[in-house]
């Protein structure tokens, strides 16, 4: 134990003055509440700086419930007079009000002071404002919103990722399976991208993908459907709710958007603009069908599209 300085004068401790001096200098701020007539029988001054409430202003219980935030006004008392009744200690974090119609956070912690008898006679306890800590949990929290959204977006084209289509396409196709509604998929792949970055440079090859991800996704604009690039110069467009003719339609459309961009492809072996290569197929998922084995067939029309001579679709088996 370390031993103290022999300069060192303890204070006599069974001096009211004492405590008082000590509670009324700390940060938290004390308080006591009669419980046969749910008085305040003290506040510490401090609660004026805080909340900009005089301590004189704090007489009843109703006062300190009129002063926490109404969203969490029921759910505070509640619990603090359910806690108090069973005579357990607790603590509650709640939006304090200030008098100039601001809030702050507080933690009220509370210790239940039993008579020699076991009832309740009196609560004790220490406000703490948390402000600060709750303004960094809430930012943490926002942060991990965005960073939810960024780890579902590519972050070179902005569409949806791999891993959202992942996500997304199991759900519909289950969805697709109880409702009997049939599920589209259209598998869209740049044509002679390799020669596009040759010629024109990776950096330009970005920047091509790009456009070609904004033209896929605008569209597929309709609630429900997604566009989502699958890696490399490939994209999905995963549409539930759209029969085949629909499909075929979609399809058609990109290609028809693609045409209208009119980015120059000067090493293509499918003319002098860049296009695309599309595999397209519907399905009502039947008990015993795959959404891996689906995705598999949707691609093998995409690479039939690419033999039979590029820019075109295929949505059938040759
Ligand atoms: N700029 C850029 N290029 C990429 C990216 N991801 C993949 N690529 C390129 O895309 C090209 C794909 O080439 P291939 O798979 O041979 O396909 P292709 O040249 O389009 O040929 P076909 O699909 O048969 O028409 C490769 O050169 C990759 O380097 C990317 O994020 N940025």
Redesign the pocket.
């Known amino acids: 134990m370390t031993s103290l300085p022999p300069h060192f004068q303890p204070v006599a401790c069974d001096e009211p003055g004492v405590y008082r001096t000590l509670l009324e200098s700390t940060k938290a701020i004390p308080w006591r509440i009669d419980w046969a007539t749910m008085r305040f029988t003290y506040i510490g001054p401090q609660i004026e700086a805080l909340l900009g409430w005089s301590p004189a202003s704090w007489q009843s219980v109703n006062d300190w419930a009129d002063r926490i935030h109404e969203e969490d006004r029921q759910k505070t008392v509640d619990f603090c007079v359910a806690q108090s009744q069973q005579g357990v200690d607790h603590e509650a974090d709640y939006r304090a009000i200030t008098r100039h119609g601001e809030y702050v956070w507080i933690r009220d912690v509370v210790h239940v002071v039993r008579r020699p008898d076991g009832s309740v006679g009196s609560l004790v306890g220490f406000m703490f404002d948390i402000t600060a800590r709750k303004q960094a949990e809430e930012k943490i929290l926002q942060l991990q919103r965005e960073l939810e959204i960024l780890s579902y977006r590519d972050s ?1 084209t902005g569409v949806a990722n791999r891993r959202m289509f992942d996500t997304v396409y199991p759900a519909q196709w289950a969805k697709a399976r109880d409702t009997g509604h049939p599920l589209s998929l259209v598998i869209v ?7 596009y ?1 040759d010629h024109y440079g ?1 950096v330009q ?2 920047e091509c ?1 790009r456009r070609v991800a904004q033209v896929l996704d605008t569209a597929a604009s309709h609630p429900g459907h997604l566009c989502a690039r699958l890696g ?2 490939e994209f999905v467009l995963l549409l539930p709710g759209t029969d085949a003719e629909g499909a075929r339609i979609k399809a058609e459309r990109c290609r028809k958007l693609l045409a209208q961009e009119e980015i120059p492809h000067a090493r293509s072996g499918a003319g002098r603009l860049v296009t695309v290569s599309l595999g397209v197929g519907t399905i009502v998922p039947g008990a015993g069908d795959d959404p891996g084995v689906f995705l598999d067939r949707i691609d093998r029309r995409l690479y039939q599209a ?1 033999s039979a001579g ?1 820019d075109r679709l295929c949505d059938a088996e040759a």
């Open positions: 070179l792949d740049i044509d002679y991208f390799k020669q970055n990776h090859g970005d993908l490399g110069e690419k590029r």
